[in-house]
């Protein structure tokens, strides 16, 4: 009983850039941007380390990337939110050609997590993956509809389904709706389209290379 109430003592004289450098610590993950962690009072958590994390990142905007088995290995802090942020997503891109890209993480069922990159593509009217990707996200024995749909390629069969979540940067999306098209036809492109990008107004900073979220 004296030890934790010694520890509690110690506990109580941490800021917040303590607080997340110990669930680093624990957690064994890497952190980049933590340089931008502003001086604020320690923030009142709970749960597992997962959901702490959320808690004590939920101010600053944020990207988390996750490994095969849905475990976090990464995160990447990007800036603290202004309060009339509340409601933006602000994500770092990369360029592919013509294209914007961003980082994202996926689980079709089951926590079959996968993080991969995918395309800014307004033109799509769902998230649009490959057909090797369903045993990836557990999505094997799941109930699909068909419908046609054009590609660069041609005309495409899509299997339409649900991808249970998405986190993209530190939002959560529940019940996507995706179409999985085969490999040949879709190649490595991942396609991020109006299923998400369309429960928001989308702003482009191309010299920034920041993509703006607000929600509508």
Known sequence: MTLNAQAQDIDNSEDLLQQILS?????????TG??????????????????QLEQLLRTYNHIISRDEKGQIDRVIIVNKKQKTE???IILPTMQQGNHFMVSVALSGANSHWNTLDMIIDTGADLVVLPE???PLLGLENSTFN??????ANGTADAKI?????MKL?????VNVEVAFIADALLGNNRLLG????GRYQLNIDEQANLITLIKK
């Open 132 to 134: 090797s990707m369903i």
């Open 86 to 88: 509340s409601e933006r």
């Open 34 to 51: 933590l340089e931008r962690i502003q001086k604020e009072e320690k923030i009142p958590s709970g749960g597992s380390v997962e959901q």
């Open 146 to 151: 068909h419908k046609k749909m054009q590609t």
């Open 161 to 165: 389904g649900l991808l249970q979540e």
């Open 194 to 197: 109006m299923s998400v990008l």
């Open 23 to 31: 669930l680093q610590s624990q957690m064994g993950i890497k952190m």
């Open 169 to 173: 940067a530190g939002e959560t999306l």
